[in-house]
């Protein structure tokens, strides 16, 4: 069956910290080990680690460096094949440019803990995934509260918040990441490959 | 409908390391973070973080205290919510002890991210959970490489791993909760209340 191409994007600017005001966060070590971890699970493209902070940048690279090239992925090699889909990209915009593909054969799609008028529901977005619209799908996530709303203006579409039987909606990124690509690659489709392990 | 109430338990001993030796693992600030968040979420019961070390619970009695007391809950009263659920235990059988049901009520469920004989599959275990035969279920995720052997004596059954369309399972216990709790809770459930804001 054909399905677009995911992509992820772990966005930390241009974010909103609790106060609604623009700021570039800083990466959380662990988001990016955890994130790139379920991307693999998931069989996912690229994941794009998204910030213009040249400090930032460096202090991921020597993280990354040690699980690619250094002790860590001597240590855990399963680690290592984790990151090795990880991209240090300063924009949205470089990450479109690493994708590689039209822009109309991308759809670059935001996700937010806020339900946004006419957000895509989970059901639609995994048509726009299995009968794809677009060949690649770029799924961006915000660090620290949220995608700042220039994000939005890039975007061709905003995903629905993830919400369980509560009104609670404060996962964490790397939670809402695992959710999120289990709920469009996981659980509901078993039709190609490892699936039938998970004894569905 | 009647569902069974899910508890959660992060086993810190005996778990496993690389190894495959038994040890007690130190606890992760994040995981209580993002599992309460997540917990909290998907409505579930009292998330007990298990550790027989009297150091390891000092400590997380510290990071639960600023969350439920000090100025963590001021900052975040999100946050402070989802620490209120969490219960520190020395063992499995006093998370059992703190459900304080009649054991014939109260399903204990392992996972592992290996594939054991008999496994029960997701779609076994959500018909567990909504047509109950256990008024609740504690749900057990290990740290470090996973739970020991001897925890799997103390069950009623092991949960299939978590898989995505790929034969990588390596997913952080942050995500596996997270995931674990929106296959049981989450999509496929819209019947009560919020779920239908995710508009699904």
Redesign the interface.
Known sequence: MARASIYLGLVHHPVIN?QGERICSAITN?DI??IA??C????TKDFFVITPSQDQKTLAKRVIDHWLKGAGGQY?P??K??FEQIHLVDSIDDAIEAIGRPRRQLGVLATSAR?MKG??????LEKMVYKPEFECILLLFGTASGLHEQCFEQCDGVV?????????????V??????A???I???R?HE????T????
Do not use: F, M, Q
Request: charged share 25%.
């Open positions: 609790r662990l080990h955890d971890r379920t693999t699970t998931y069989g855990n399963d680690r094949k984790a339900k957000c895509i529901s989970w059901e639609r629905c918040p993830i919400y369980g039987p509560t009104s609670y909606n404060h996962l964490s790397r939670a809402a990441v695992a959710i690509l289990d709920r690659l996981g659980i489709r190609n490959g490892y699936n392990s998970s004894g569905l």
